[in-house]
């Protein structure tokens, strides 16, 4: 039997759920240290969301998905055209 002063909640979760979860266990971690880990606190205002995006480890932009970004933009829609037709 476990005694503990920590509030908890059961939940039931998928067979791959919880392989997922599994994985990223570390040793000594409890399944809410894995959550918590990976479930970030919802961002309350702006401010907030700037820093979390900050705080995000990008890898670079493949060079051929940049230049085939680049050169589409100034064009103009036709989806309202063909919307009308």
């Given at each position: 039997m476990q005694s503990s002063c920590v509030p908890f909640k059961t939940i039931?979760?998928?067979v791959e759920a919880h392989a997922r979860l599994l994985k990223l266990k570390e040793?000594?971690?409890?399944?809410?240290?894995?959550?918590?880990?990976?479930?970030?606190?919802?961002?309350a205002t702006a401010g907030e969301m700037l820093r979390a995006f900050r705080m995000v480890d990008l890898q670079p932009m493949n060079p051929g998905r940049?230049?085939?970004?680049r050169s589409g933009r100034?064009?103009?829609?036709?989806?309202?055209?063909?919307?009308a037709k």
């Open positions: 039931t979760i998928s040793p000594g971690d409890s399944f809410s240290d894995v959550i918590l880990r990976a479930i970030p606190q919802p961002c940049l230049a085939l970004l100034g064009r103009r829609s036709n989806r309202s055209r063909r919307l």
